[in-house]
Structures are given as structure tokens and as C-alpha cells.
């Protein structure tokens, strides 16, 4: 028997889109000899659906194009994820189709709940295990989360008799190095019935979330021994053969693909994130505000890998206070990216702005106040040029400022996706001259990259006037926003305790500006947006420490 794992990039809500994208994969698969396709979880709305899972004739709809689906692929049994309202409850289901038709449902179990995951307020948890037969083998059908507990999968079909193969459905979002726990998850699976696992993830960018593919297949030992492609639609096949009681998995891919690194992963994620954002939303182009920092060069570079050097215009806005070695060097990189790229300065609108503002109580040009007036402008110019062309402003601010409310709401927060807001400062550095090494020339100018960071709002400004050194500012981030690390778990490991405690109140006090910031892409295990809900009105202060 030959089993195919179609994995793609679904669209949520385009059920139509996403129907014919299965039937393209379906004759490719039906070419090639597949006696069972099987596709993501939620393949045919999209995952994660949320709300949309609340309105019934989404659902009937979904059910529909199912249906509708199973006639139009009627030679192949086909394993597909989608969502069901059944007998007054919503199910997060994979349905077997067969001969024309819906011949099976399962109805997942195990429904995860923390992160970015809230499928316990949308569907209910089924509870009745699905073998399914075909070529002499029986086949267990399970959905993404049930194969996490395998203790609790070897309860659930205890009673089900011999399995020769469990078969797993996914969408499974991306973070660095995840896909180590996933190979070690569906090794676990194998080796608990002592048979072959097989897995079919989702494809793409949703909003903050990436699903990476990686689609898989485990002999009965446990062992990894074939692998979808990264970050692509893929068709992975297999042919599974049972002699005297043993199954054997026997892939057309003899070769597992070459692993990427963490810089690898997080380069190609953010690529497809940026893409799959911009595209799904309907816009061509993008605008990025090129200050001739190393964030602005990141983000420009990551939106021409995306869309392509054609769809991105780069925009600088110089006041006094900007030298001309940035001006230069933002000038610089857009001709090293082949992009569109404008001045607009902002010298004269900010004497203006200055000159109304002289009448109100205390305004001077000496206070943080002006500095972010400055900002605001480029923001309000940014937003200004999006609206006549139609183009998305991708914002530049990275993580560790993201963090600590090193940014000014409705300046350089302005826009409509912050493509680096997961990645620390100290990545970007390293994603910059990965970015010049995969294109084998100076894409980014070594001098943007070897200068000092600063955001030129007054004269000789330097970050560090304002916050600790990136490489100890990052660490005290992945500690207490990534790992939940209390103060006093920081200053035990080392850390300056007069360091952390600045550090932490400026990230508890500034939840108001995450809060109001665009959506980017997910990175890391724990970014800013679903993955961390804390109240912006709080008053707790980390046990008295700070």
C-alpha cells in the first residue's frame, strides 16, 4: 500500500481555495500511485479558524465542501482535517473519504489549551478511537495533540486490537528547534505500538503563526527515516508492505533532508511569515522606513526575499539630527536590494509641528516628548504613502525593545506587520550577516552592522543611554518574558539585580504598547500576543522584588 502526506498552505476561511489546492495535490498523488492521501488538520478551513468557528453555516459550509470534495476525488481513500457541528457540538474532525463519499469521521481528543492554542472554546473533545482498513493493514486515525500523551494514547486504543500503523493529521506552529520535539513525539508514537507513525502538517503563514511542514514517516523501531520539505507544499509517499506480522515502511525519498540550524529555521520562517501575511491579506507591495540602522536593512531584506525587490519601496526620512553616514548607508542598502527608494525629509514639518506646539504649558525641544514628535511623523508619512499605494508598512522594531517599550505608539509602531517584533536584538545582528552569506556579497553594509545602535532623535544618541548592553538586555528578556524566570531566579543566576529590576518594570509598564502594536511573526516558544496574556492594569510587582 501507498501512503501520500499532502501537505500545503491553507488558507483560513477560503474553503473553495483550499478544496481545489487538495484536488491539485489529489491527481498528483493519484500519478503516482497513492492508495491513501492524507492532509493537514483543519486543511480545508485553515487553521487556526477561531471565530469562525462560532458561526453554523461556516461549519455547514465546511461540511459541504468535505462532501463535495470526496466526489470530486473518488479514487484514493482521503484523510482530511476539517471542522463539524454534530449533534449540537463542535468537532475539530478528520474525515475518511471513500468511493465518492464521507465514509468515516473522527472526532479529535485531546484538545490543547495553553499558547497560542484555545481549542477547548471552540470545539468538544471526541472520544471514540477510529481504525481504518485498507490493503490488510488497520490504520489508526488520530489529530495532531493525540499522539503528544502517548500514555494516554496507548489507553485510548487499548481495546482497538492490532494496529499496524498509526496515521497523525496536524498543524503544528512553528518555533525554533521544534521540530527535534516533534521527530522525539512520533518516535514515542512507533515505539508505543511498535508499529509505523506517519505525520501530515500544515503549511504557511497565519496571521503571527507559521506552520513549517516537515511532514514525516517513523519505521516501528521509532526511527525517522523520511521527511517532508521545510516551509513548502510537499507530497511525501511511502509504500507500506506487512510480512509475517511486521510492517515495514519503505519511503520514495531515500535521503532525509539536510537539517537546518536555528539561523536557517528562523531566516526562512520569518521569509514565508512576511509572504504568506502580505499576500493573504491582499496587498502586492510593502513600504519599510530605511533609518540606515540594522533593523530597517533586516526587515527590507527579509520583505525582497518575500515579495521581491520590485514590490518594496524603502523609505528615508532624515531630520538634523540624522548624519549622513546613516543617510548614506540607508541609500545603500536599497541599491544593494535593487528597491524603490525615496527621501523625504521631515526637517521642515517638525519646525512646524514645534512651532504650533510653542502655545502649550512646558513644551520645549529638549524632552523625550520631541524626540518621539519625530517619529510620529515618520509614521504619519509612512501611513500617508500606504494609503495611496496601497502598499503595507512593515515595521522594524525587534524584540528586546518591543519588550521594554523602546518604540513610540503611533511612530515607529505604525504599520500593518512588524516582521522582526520575536527576534532579539543580538538575533538580528546574526540574521544580518547570515543575509549577506546566503547572497554571497554585501547586502547589508558592514557598516550598518558594525555601527552603534541608535535611534538619532537627539544629538549622539546611543541605545545604550536608554537601556542595559543587547547581550545583557536579552538575556534578562529570554529569562523573564520566554522562561517566566522570577527577579530573584535572575539575580541568583548572576545577572545585576539594579539591571534586572530596571528591566522587568519597563516590560511590565509597557504592556499598553504591545498591546496596541501590529502582529508578526512567531518565532520563538514564547512571543508577545497569544502565547503571553498578562493584564495591562496590574499592579503585581514580581513578589516586592522590584
Not at 463535495?68 to 457541528?85: E, H, M, Q, R, S
Amino acid at each position: 500500500m501507498r501512503i501520500g502526506l499532502g501537505q500545503f498552505d491553507a488558507v483560513v476561511g477560503d474553503l473553495e481555495g483550499n478544496a481545489k489546492r487538495m484536488r491539485e495535490i489529489y491527481r498528483q498523488a493519484r500519478e503516482q500511485g497513492v492508495e491513501i492521501l492524507l492532509f493537514p488538520e483543519l486543511a480545508v478551513c485553515g487553521y487556526p479558524p477561531e471565530d469562525l468557528l462560532l458561526k453554523r453555516h461556516f461549519l455547514e459550509e465546511s461540511r459541504e465542501t468535505v462532501e463535495k470534495l470526496a466526489a470530486d476525488c473518488p479514487d484514493l481513500t482521503i484523510v482530511v482535517g476539517f471542522a463539524d457541528y454534530y449533534q449540537g457540538d463542535t468537532y475539530n474532525c478528520a474525515a475518511v473519504l471513500k468511493n465518492g463519499g464521507v465514509a468515516e469521521v473522527y472526532r479529535k481528543s485531546l484538545l490543547p489549551n495553553e499558547g497560542v492554542f484555545d481549542e477547548k472554546r471552540y470545539f468538544e473533545q471526541g472520544n471514540k478511537p477510529l481504525i481504518i482498513t485498507s490493503g490488510g493493514l488497520r490504520l489508526a486515525l488520530t489529530v495532531c495533540m493525540d499522539i503528544w500523551d502517548t500514555d494516554w494514547l496507548g489507553r485510548f486504543f487499548k481495546n482497538a486490537g492490532k494496529i499496524d500503523m498509526v496515521l497523525n493529521i496536524s498543524a503544528s506552529p512553528f518555533h525554533l528547534g521544534k521540530i527535534e520535539t516533534r521527530k522525539s513525539i512520533i518516535s514515542q508514537c512507533a515505539a508505543q505500538f511498535k508499529c509505523p507513525a506517519c505525520y501530515c502538517n500544515l503549511v504557511g503563514g497565519q496571521d503571527e503563526l507559521i506552520f513549517d511542514g516537515r511532514s514525516m514517516f517513523a519505521d516501528a523501531s521509532g526511527d525517522i527515516i523520511a521527511m517532508a520539505k521545510a516551509f513548502e507544499d510537499d507530497l511525501l509517499i511511502a509504500d507500506i508492505t506487512k510480512k509475517d506480522d511486521v510492517v515495514q515502511v519503505g519511503p520514495q525519498q531515500r535521503e532525509l533532508p539536510v537539517e537546518l540550524d536555528l539561523l536557517d529555521e528562523a531566516y526562512q520562517a520569518l521569509v514565508l511569515g512576511t509572504r504568506d501575511y502580505i499576500r493573504k491579506n491582499g496587498f502586492k507591495k510593502a513600504i519599510v522606513g530605511l533609518s540606515g540602522g540594522i533593523d530597517s536593512a533586516v526587515t527590507a531584506s527579509i520583505a525582497v526575499a518575500a515579495i521581491g525587490a520590485e514590490n518594496v519601496i524603502g523609505i528615508t526620512m532624515p531630520s538634523k539630527f540624522n548624519s549622513p553616514d546613516t543617510v548614506g548607508d540607508a541609500e545603500l542598502c536599497a541599491k544593494n536590494l535593487g528597491i524603490q527608494f525615496m527621501t523625504i525629509p521631515i526637517g521642515q514639518i517638525l519646525e512646524q509641528f514645534n512651532t504650533s506646539l510653542t502655545d502649550a504649558p512646558d513644551w520645549d525641544t529638549k524632552g523625550i516628548a520631541y524626540e518621539n514628535l519625530q517619529a510620529r511623523i515618520r509614521g504619519t508619512i509612512l501611513m500617508s504613502l500606504s494609503n495611496q499605494w496601497e502598499a503595507i508598512v512593515l515595521t522594524t522594531g525587534n524584540k528586546s525593545e518591543t519588550a521594554v517599550g523602546y518604540a513610540t505608539l503611533y511612530g515607529d509602531t505604525a504599520g500593518g506587520f512588524a516582521v522582526i517584533k520575536d527576534v532579539f536584538k543580538t538575533t538580528v545582528y546574526k540574521l544580518a550577516a547570515y543575509i549577506n552569506k546566503i547572497n554571497n556579497r554585501e547586502i547589508i553594509p558592514l557598516s550598518v552592522i558594525n555601527r552603534i545602535p541608535t535611534a538619532e532623535l537627539r544629538p549622539n544618541q546611543k541605545d545604550t543611554d536608554s537601556l542595559p548592553d543587547y547581550d545583557l538586555l536579552d538575556k534578562i528578556l529570554a529569562g523573564y518574558v520566554e522562561e517566566d524566570k522570577s527577579a530573584q531566579q535572575l539575580i541568583d543566576e548572576g545577572l545585576p539585580a539594579e539591571v534586572v529590576g530596571r528591566v522587568i518594570r519597563m516590560v511590565d509598564r509597557n504592556e499598553y504598547k504591545r498591546r496596541q502594536s501590529p502582529p508578526g511573526v512567531k518565532i520563538t516558544p514564547k512571543a508577545f500576543g497569544k502565547d503571553r496574556r498578562l493584564p495591562i492594569t496590574n499592579r503585581y510587582k514580581d513578589g516586592g522584588l522590584i
